[in-house]
């Protein structure tokens, strides 16, 4: 068996491993690198040639792939794991995997980009299992992270099995679905694992990241400490389907109604909601489109902002979305002194976001907000929860993944910690690199 690094081993995004065995071989994940497209002002990804996709680092570079593939596997919907299948998947001609929640952001991709053939999508749900070729067998191990239905991909060969972990945490009391199926990973570990492919997004924390419900016990406090005389916004992750649950709930608490805006936040929650996995709140308001968007802060500002608990895209200070545009003066909702901002998310520490944020925190406290940090928790495992997992699976071999080489080496240094040693049974690669297992 042989592991190809395609895009995700140099850096944090692009995610994309190639995984050979005889004849067959599957693509897990095809992701895109965000910052990226951050950095090139009013960047149209689908206006760019693949070519220059790659070029930018913002795509992984697929062209070491030259054979046919059985399947491209996702194991989850963040962007920098499926960002690129619209653009790279359709020239595979293999069916795309994914549970049903995946497969529905995959479908509302496809209504912006027309990929050159149809794709075939195929629900694999977790704890569920598919033979891609005779000797081929995917199978989905449920697992939490930060995003629904989110899974560890473990592919058996005759060869012996691969565990792909990129991403998750290991979090025994979610807010949203049940906690990791340790009674799978322990026997798989029993009977053998070759190989662990994992991310390394959050090695440098010591301990164990807090489990989801520790973020919607902070969300409750803080909320519940309002002043309910001010506006109140709330910005978080659009994808974290367990937050917004925590979120919007808290609204009838506090006497408010939950109103959730930004493209972004309507793409993710009305699928959630489509699928059954969050239930808002009778009076909740979902709006992604602008007009809608401009018209419901219009009458929220008529209505009196103390009624509304917005939820809104933009915690990252990107330009583009709502928070951002609050504080730049752009939208009817204006904030006045003592109105109350939440984050319900960290800075993800690249220097783009950092002066963003910056710039729009400025802003939001020169217009007299109070601000309100740290209202979040980690989707990511920390160094603890990765030490339980080579526990849990005891590999063969270790291959580090999803981080530029120190976050790579951090890991290293842990999987020295257990017995495991550079180069013999762990390997720090970079993309394009193969790993024979
Ligand atoms: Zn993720």
């Not at 103390?306 to 204006?334: C, F, M, N, W």
């Not at 802003?363 to 309100?372: I, P, V």
Request: proline share 4%.
């Amino acid at each position: 068996m042989e592991v190809v690094p395609i895009g995700g081993y140099e850096e944090v995004g692009r995610n994309m491993t190639w995984v050979r065995d005889g004849d067959d071989s599957i693509i897990i994940d095809m992701g895109i690198r965000l910052d990226r497209v951050l950095i090139h002002e009013d960047t149209d990804i689908s206006k760019l040639s693949q070519e220059e996709l790659v070029r930018r680092g913002i795509i992984p570079d697929d062209t070491v792939i030259k054979e046919k593939v059985k399947a491209i596997i996702l194991s989850h919907g963040h962007l920098d794991h499926l960002g690129a299948v619209t653009l790279l998947a359709s020239k595979y001609n293999a069916p795309v995997v994914g549970t049903p929640y995946t497969l529905e952001l995959v479908k509302r991709e496809l209504r912006h980009t027309r990929p050159k053939k149809k794709l075939d999508l195929q629900v694999l749900n977790e704890g569920e299992s598919l033979y891609v070729s005779e000797n081929m067998e995917v199978e989905f191990i449920r697992v939490t992270h930060s995003i629904p239905q989110s899974s560890l991909v473990a592919v058996h060969t005759d060869n012996g099995t691969l565990v792909y972990a990129n991403d998750f945490k290991l979090d025994d009391h979610p807010v949203i679905g049940a906690k990791p199926n340790y009674k799978r990973l322990k026997k798989l570990g029993r009977s053998g694992v070759k190989g662990l492919i994992v991310e390394t997004t959050r090695i440098n924390n010591e301990g164990r990241t807090p489990s989801e419900s520790i973020a919607k016990r902070l969300i409750e406090d803080s909320l519940t400490k309002t002043d309910n005389r001010k506006g109140l916004v709330v910005t978080t992750f659009s994808s974290h389907i367990s937050r917004i649950k925590s979120i919007t709930r808290m609204a009838s608490v506090i006497n408010r109604t939950p109103v959730l805006l930004g493209r972004s936040m309507e793409k993710y929650v009305s699928i959630a909601e489509e699928l059954g996995i969050i239930e808002l709140p009778d009076d909740a308001h979902l709006y992604g489109d602008r007009k809608a968007i401009k018209k419901i802060l219009g009458r929220i500002v008529n209505d009196g902002k103390e009624k509304y608990l917005l939820v809104v895209t933009g915690h990252q200070g990107e330009p583009d979305a709502l928070l951002s545009k609050i504080a730049g003066k752009k939208l009817p909702y204006r904030v006045n002194k003592g109105d109350q901002v939440i984050f319900s998310a960290d800075v993800i520490p690249n220097p783009i976001n950092v002066a963003n944020r910056y710039a729009m925190e400025t802003k939001l406290k020169m217009q007299g907000a109070r601000l309100f940090k740290g209202n979040h928790v980690s989707g990511h495992a920390a160094k603890e929860d990765h030490r339980d997992l080579i526990k849990l699976l005891q590999p063969e071999m270790i291959i580090p993944c999803h981080g530029d080489l120190r976050m790579l080496a951090s890991y290293a240094e842990l999987a020295e910690d257990e017995g495991y040693a550079l180069n013999r049974d762990l390997f720090l690669v970079r993309n394009g690199q193969i790993v024979r297992l």
